[in-house]
């Protein structure tokens, strides 16, 4: 995605370019079926440069849909924000793989196709250049998926971070897994100590 070299890159005016990016992404009308089924594109949000990002999957229905920015307004970002508050995490970015809510004929949240997927991957790959993050915390397989490859396989609790397309990589389980009860949010905490723990080392020790 953001190749090695061009993490050294340094961006003059990245305010700038992260208003102008996420202004292209509002007015983004490249699938057809999501521009029908959402209220609103969501860009990414939070610091920039920033330290950490988040990819989560796609705006919730009763969350960014709603008010614009990823992850507020409902349950799962309700965990995550709470999470990254628990950890101490300050320079963070949030996003998402795909920008629309996905909604099937019934107007509940469905997963977004493949050809969703990569009409939004620009977008991220953006936002990544812009953020310059030396985490990237992937929530979900969906996430991992998109940026790791299909070849690696999503293994939260991983020894240390997957480097791939010049992006460190940490495979997470998505907050709405925590919220269905899959996986004990005390487990959750621990998993989120243990990231703000790898960035602050990072801090003082630049990373490989
Ligand atoms: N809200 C988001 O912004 N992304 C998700 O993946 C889920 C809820």
Same mark, same amino acid.
């Given at each position: 995605?953001?190749?090695?070299?061009?993490?050294?890159?340094?961006?003059?005016?990245?305010?700038? +370019?992260? @208003?102008?990016?996420?202004?292209?992404?509002?007015?983004?009308?490249? !699938?057809?079926?999501?521009?029908? !089924?959402?209220?609103?594109?969501?860009?990414?949000?939070?610091?920039?440069?920033? %330290?950490?990002?988040?990819?989560?999957?796609?705006?919730?229905?009763?969350?960014?849909?709603?008010?614009?920015?990823?992850?507020?307004?409902?349950? +799962?970002?309700?965990?995550?924000?709470?999470?990254?508050?628990?950890?101490?995490? %300050?320079?963070?970015?949030? *996003?998402?793989?795909?920008? !629309?809510?996905?909604?099937?004929?019934?107007? $509940?949240?469905? @997963?977004?196709?493949? +050809?969703?997927?990569?009409? !939004?991957?620009?977008?991220?790959?953006? %936002?990544?250049?812009?953020?310059?993050?030396?985490?990237?915390?992937?929530?979900? $397989?969906?996430?991992?998926?998109?940026?790791?490859?299909?070849?690696?396989?999503? *293994?939260?609790?991983?020894?240390?971070? *997957?480097?791939?397309?010049?992006?460190?990589?940490?495979?997470?389980?998505?907050?709405?897994?925590?919220?269905?009860?899959?996986?004990?949010?005390?487990?959750?905490?621990? @998993?989120?100590?243990?990231?703000?723990?790898?960035?602050?080392?990072? $801090?003082?020790?630049?990373? @490989?």
């Amino acid at each position: 995605m953001v190749h090695a070299s061009a993490r050294n890159f340094r961006i003059r005016s990245p305010k700038t +370019s992260i @208003d102008k990016l996420a202004a292209s992404i509002r007015a983004c009308e490249r !699938c057809a079926a999501l521009v029908k !089924c959402r209220s609103q594109a969501v860009p990414g949000a939070g610091a920039i440069p920033a %330290e950490i990002a988040f990819v989560g999957l796609a705006p919730g229905r009763f969350g960014g849909d709603r008010t614009g920015v990823p992850f507020e307004g409902d349950r +799962s970002g309700e965990l995550l924000r709470r999470m990254i508050r628990y950890a101490g995490l %300050e320079s963070v970015f949030i *996003t998402n793989v795909v920008r !629309c809510n996905p909604r099937d004929t019934a107007g $509940r949240n469905r @997963d977004p196709s493949a +050809s969703e997927i990569a009409n !939004c991957r620009d977008h991220l790959a953006a %936002e990544m250049e812009l953020a310059q993050p030396r985490l990237v915390v992937c929530l979900g $397989r969906i996430a991992w998926r998109e940026l790791a490859g299909r070849e690696r396989p999503f *293994t939260p609790g991983a020894a240390k971070p *997957t480097i791939a397309r010049g992006l460190r990589l940490w495979p997470m389980y998505h907050p709405g897994y925590v919220i269905r009860g899959a996986y004990p949010e005390k487990s959750y905490r621990r @998993d989120f100590a243990r990231i703000a723990r790898i960035v602050r080392a990072e $801090r003082f020790e630049p990373p @490989d």
